[in-house]
């Protein structure tokens, strides 16, 4: 489910909310009670555990037919 931050704009805190995304745009209360709160444009970090391209020599084929 995906989390989204908003801000508080009467108390300045900030928090996180996992809610279904056809929610993404309905009201959040602060968690300190208050009704005044903005959602956030977060951003998104994607990382990955995919080995390096192996280095293959240049050229267009590689190094191995060209030349």
Known sequence: M???DFR????GDTFELSRPMAESGDPAPCPQGHGDTVR??????????????ASGGGGCC?????G
């Open 2 to 4: 995906p989390r989204y």
């Open 8 to 11: 508080c704009r009467e108390c």
């Open 40 to 53: 956030l444009l977060s951003t998104v970090a994607v990382g990955g555990l995919a080995p390096a391209p």
């Open 62 to 66: 590689g190094g191995g037919c060209c």
